[in-house]
């Protein structure tokens, strides 16, 4: 919990509760158009293992790894689509993302994108 709050990681959702377990906010993070033989789209440039299959298809977001940033005021959550990159959202409304030109999150692969896999990370 950070700041009174409660965050939770779920199946293409990150949920957002008071202290009291009322839920304060949803936001959707999946299904997505992904690839996980390719870049992710947001470092803007294509390439795929197979140069030949950019093939995107529906895949849903696994929120394996949530880390709250206190001194940022964000909240890190890394799921198993776009290889694993992790998008900061701002700790009072998760609802926000912070654009990655604000976020100084590094532009590596944090996650597996195997579902199955567990992750663990500190800040």
Do not use: W
């Not at 197979?50 to 940022?72: G, H, K, V």
């Amino acid at each position: 919990a950070a700041r009174g709050h409660v965050y939770l990681g779920a199946v293409n959702a990150l949920f957002q509760l008071s202290a009291q377990l009322e839920l304060l906010n949803k936001t959707v993070t999946g299904p997505v158009q992904d690839n996980p033989n390719c870049a992710p789209p947001q470092l803007g440039y294509k390439y795929c293992l197979d140069e030949t299959d950019f093939q995107m298809s529906t895949r849903d977001n696994y929120n394996q790894l949530l880390l709250i940033d206190e001194e940022a005021g964000h909240l890190v959550a890394c799921g198993n689509v776009f290889q694993g990159t992790c998008v900061a959202r701002m700790l009072q409304d998760i609802s926000f993302a912070i654009p990655e030109s604000e976020s100084f999150m590094p532009e590596s692969y944090v996650v597996s994108t195997d579902k199955r896999k567990k992750s663990v990370a500190f800040i």
